[in-house]
């Protein structure tokens, strides 16, 4: 059983996050996944799980759903029926350049992860559950960082999950995000138009 906290601030938006979904990712979202608390939140609840090391199978892979660790998320995702998900990944620096690929989309399915700063990458979740198990109005994010972080591309980490985790839906999230990050809020919008047809979501 991995790291579990459920923070419960009454009537509210339903968030979860849920880190260290594949391989040892775990031991690097912990560091920011265990640093929010009650102070966090304002209304409604946010539960955290932080998974246990796992065998590595891409989230973007429908098999990785028929895993232990897999369908542990899905029950999550099934019993709190969040309606703000976030996925806290880590990534090796090599890998920066496919997940930022302008092409990604047709090469994986997946639109490219968008640099917030400090290598810190933001995007959109497997289709497979965006589809299945989310509300087209659901907000739905990946959040990626080097495996070893900086101590700079941790705080951008913590600060982005903070917000979410302070926020009752996705227009306050945007509304604080294009703060610090107006063309990134701008493309997630265009590649989420391309995925749904029309906006919503990350
Ligand atoms: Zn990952």
């Given at each position: 059983m991995g790291y579990f906290n459920i923070i419960n601030k009454g009537a509210g938006p339903v968030r979860l996050f849920v880190g260290?979904?594949?391989?040892?990712e775990g031991l690097t979202t912990i560091k920011a996944l265990?640093?929010?608390?009650?102070?966090?939140?304002?209304?409604g609840k946010l539960i955290i799980y932080n998974c246990d090391e796992s065998k590595y199978i891409s989230t973007l892979d429908e098999r990785y759903y028929n895993l232990p660790v897999g369908k542990e998320i899905l029950s999550l995702i099934t019993n709190y029926q969040p309606e703000i998900y976030v996925e806290p990944h880590c990534y090796r620096p090599d890998s920066f350049s496919k997940l930022t690929d302008k092409d990604r989309k047709k090469k994986v399915g997946v639109p490219p992860l968008i640099e917030l700063e400090e290598g810190v990458l933001i995007g959109s979740v497997s289709p497979f559950i965006r589809i299945n198990?989310?509300?087209?109005q659901d907000v739905c994010v990946t959040l990626e960082i080097p495996c070893s972080p900086s101590p700079k591309a941790l705080d951008v980490y913590i600060n982005v999950l903070k917000v979410i985790a302070g926020s009752k839906d996705r227009s306050e999230i945007e509304d604080k995000l294009k703060v610090k990050y107006p063309s990134q809020v701008k493309t997630a919008r265009t590649y989420a138009l391309e995925f749904f047809g029309n906006y919503p979501p990350f």
């Open positions: 260290g979904v594949h391989g040892n265990s640093i929010i608390g009650e102070e966090d939140i304002k209304d198990y989310f509300r087209r």
